[in-house]
């Protein structure tokens, strides 16, 4: 029996609850709108961690203080200017293998600067 997936658009400020995705740069570094849906530790988590943002790195977050979120899970994606076909492959495997089945999640494509 094959997983459904339902894709569906919303502003990034209505993510509240569940499992909210953040793409972070090379660089580790996320976009503003992802830095206020996380929640405050979500700086602090980066830093402590040494998270670069390499492409399909990922980075968990559980139960982020400030907010109602189950988790967060930052997923690096390199160099987002160079993103082709099979990046974006490799990412959605990543990504694939953190969520489990019947898991709700929230992506925010969003990168400054991108």
């Known amino acids: 029996m094959t997983n459904s997936v339902a894709v569906s658009f919303s502003k990034p400020e209505s993510v509240?609850?569940?499992t909210l995705v953040i793409p972070s740069d090379s660089?580790?570094?996320i976009s503003k709108v992802a830095k206020a849906q996380a929640g405050?530790?979500?700086a602090r988590a980066i830093q402590v961690s040494e998270f670069k943002g390499k492409v399909a790195a990922v980075l968990e977050m559980i139960a982020p203080a400030g907010t109602e979120l189950d988790r967060v899970l930052v997923l690096g994606v390199g160099d987002a200017a160079a993103l082709g076909a099979?990046?974006?492959t490799k990412l959605g495997?990543?990504?694939?293998?953190?969520?489990?089945a019947g898991t709700h999640a929230?992506?925010?494509?969003e990168l400054d600067g991108v």
């Open 16 to 18: 509240k609850k569940n």
């Open 27 to 29: 660089g580790g570094k």
């Open 40 to 42: 405050t530790g979500l």
């Open 86 to 88: 099979q990046e974006w």
């Open 93 to 100: 495997g990543a990504l694939a293998g953190k969520l489990s």
């Open 106 to 109: 929230s992506v925010v494509l």
